[in-house]
């Protein structure tokens, strides 16, 4: 991997832009349009109406692949001690239990996401109250429109992936209407204010020693991340990150949980890409490197502003074994105060880091040919 890796190419904005030529570092940069104007689409679009029929018994999210993050943040913001459970539907079935009595929300930013709609139509065949976020002139619109579900439109920012936040705001209100979250107008505001400041201080022209995502993308290229999250927010942009990483550039890397006792992804510290030493035989600095793999394991560990005491004390003490043991280790802190706030801090960085080191591998973040070559292989 490493042998692709030019720095050079995040060294200036125009050599970065011109390594991104489907622009999805734009795509990424309008986050914060995105808030504002989901949070219009979302009131223009009658969403306080689901007020009408009271709190529902769950809030069930169907989206998949990345619309599924949608339905993840929802869960996030609205916390452990939401009146009612929120959960996320991937596939192509909703669970038994989901009825009459409960909200089905279908994201779509494509608008046609196959199970999506299967479970949208499923929902509404159960009698579910439904809603619907994505784009207009859609197959998830015209299902809209014949359930007579509330229909939000999301304008696209290029490819569905970086449409997260046309797609979660909506979502976002919804629970605010439904008096499941405390969301007030300014904390939107301060959120896309936020986004803003990521965006400035990531911009292409910025130079690797400060913008703090380029600088992570390099420390990564030629690692395999492991990512964790140390609370639900941290653990869904942990999440996030890994997803784009592999979708924007075509990047493995490994989605994680801050370990308890006897967790088995602790113990990766002592395998093959672990990069030498452990606590029993110390790294030997001195050491001849000639037939040594230049990969390694890359702990990333997204840290939340509100984290247990005891998961606070399992990252320090992770992240200082995997130092012992010769793995590199990143970690990024979430700003702001409220959920959606450091959520969106943390998301918005890794949004960059995925599109910066994609420009450094020489790897266009646009296409997706594995996943196009998927559906001509099943609709064959």
């Known amino acids: 991997m490493s042998a692709a890796i030019d720095p050079s190419?995040?060294?200036?904005?125009?050599?970065?832009?011109?390594a991104d030529p489907g622009g999805m570092l734009r795509q990424v940069a309008s986050s914060a349009a995105q808030v504002r104007e989901a949070q219009r689409a979302a009131a223009e679009a009658g969403v306080a109406a689901l007020a009408e029929d009271g709190r529902p018994r769950a809030v069930v999210v169907a989206g998949s692949g990345a619309d599924g993050v949608a339905g993840d943040l929802l869960a996030a913001v609205c916390g452990a001690g939401c009146a009612v459970p929120v959960s996320t539907v991937r596939g192509y079935r909703l669970p038994g239990w989901v009825g009459a009595a409960d909200l089905v929300i279908a994201v779509s930013g494509s608008g046609s996401t196959e199970e999506t709609l299967e479970v949208a139509a499923e929902a509404a065949r159960r009698g579910c109250r439904l809603m619907f976020a994505g784009a207009p002139d859609s197959p998830l619109a015209d299902l809209a429109a014949r359930t007579r579900g509330v229909f939000v439109p999301v304008r696209s920012a290029g490819q569905p992936r970086a449409a997260l936040w046309g797609l979660a705001v909506p979502l976002v209100l919804a629970a605010r209407t439904l008096r499941l979250a405390d969301v007030p107008d300014a904390v939107l505001?301060?959120?896309?204010?936020?986004?803003?400041?990521?965006a400035h201080r990531c911009r292409p022209s910025s130079e690797p020693f400060v913008n703090p995502a380029k600088r992570i993308a390099l420390d990564l290229a030629g690692d395999v991340p492991l990512v964790w999250g140390s609370s639900a927010v941290a653990a869904t942009a942990a999440y996030r990150l890994c997803g784009q990483l592999n979708a924007n550039a075509k990047y493995p890397a490994v989605f994680g949980e801050v370990p308890q006792t006897g967790h088995d992804q602790l113990m990766t510290f002592d395998g093959f890409f672990a990069g030498g030493g452990s606590s029993a035989e110390p790294d030997d600095f001195f050491r001849d490197r000639a037939d040594e793999s230049e990969h390694g394991l890359h702990l990333v560990v997204l840290r939340d502003v509100e984290e247990h005491p005891r998961v606070r004390l399992r990252c320090e003490a992770s992240a200082a074994m995997a130092r012992d043991?010769?793995?590199?280790?990143?970690?990024?802190?979430?700003?702001?105060?409220?959920?959606?706030?450091?959520?969106?801090?943390?998301?918005?960085?890794?949004?960059?880091?995925?599109?910066?080191?994609?420009?450094a591998l020489g790897v266009d973040p646009t296409p997706v040919p594995a996943m196009e070559e998927l559906r001509a292989r099943i609709t064959r």
Not at 9 to 18: F, N, P, S, T, Y
Not at 335 to 358: F, K, S
Request: hydrophobic share 50%; no cysteine.
């Open 9 to 18: 190419r995040l060294e200036d904005g125009e050599a970065a832009e011109a």
């Open 325 to 359: 043991r010769g793995v590199a280790v990143t970690e990024v802190r979430a700003e702001g105060e409220h959920p959606l706030e450091r959520i969106a801090t943390l998301i918005a960085l890794a949004d960059y880091v995925a599109v910066y080191l994609a420009i």
């Open 189 to 198: 505001e301060s959120t896309a204010a936020l986004l803003e400041d990521v």
